[in-house]
C-alpha cells in the first residue's frame, strides 16, 4: 500500500465501521446486504460509509452483479496498527 495518502483517504479509513468494512471486502468481494450483515449493521446504515469510501476511490465494482471490492490490499494491517496504536489487543 502507498504510504502516501491523501486526506480524503485518511478521513474515510478514520471511521471503524469503514475500516472494518475494507477488511471484510479484503477477505471476499460482498454485496451491501452481505456487508451490512457481516458488520452488524442495516444496509441503510451502511449505504453512506460505502459512498464515502468511494468517494475515496477505495472500493469499487466487484465481478459478479452488486459486489464490491477493495481497489487497495493491505486494510487488515492497517486495522491492526491502529488497534495496537489505540491500545487494543487484537
Excluded at 12 to 24: D, K
Excluded at 32 to 50: G, I, Y
Excluded at 76 to 88: P, T
Amino acid at each position: 500500500m502507498d504510504e502516501r495518502v491523501s486526506v480524503e483517504v485518511l478521513h474515510a479509513v478514520a471511521h471503524p465501521l469503514r475500516l472494518g468494512a475494507l477488511v471484510a471486502l479484503e477477505e471476499r468481494q460482498r454485496t451491501t446486504e452481505e456487508l451490512a450483515a457481516v458488520l452488524r449493521v442495516s444496509s441503510q446504515e451502511l449505504a453512506d460509509h460505502l459512498a464515502e469510501l468511494a468517494a475515496a476511490g477505495l472500493i469499487g465494482a466487484g465481478e459478479g452483479e452488486g459486489r464490491l471490492r477493495p481497489l487497495a490490499r493491505g486494510w487488515a494491517d492497517v486495522a491492526a496498527r491502529l488497534r495496537r496504536l489505540q491500545g487494543g489487543t487484537r
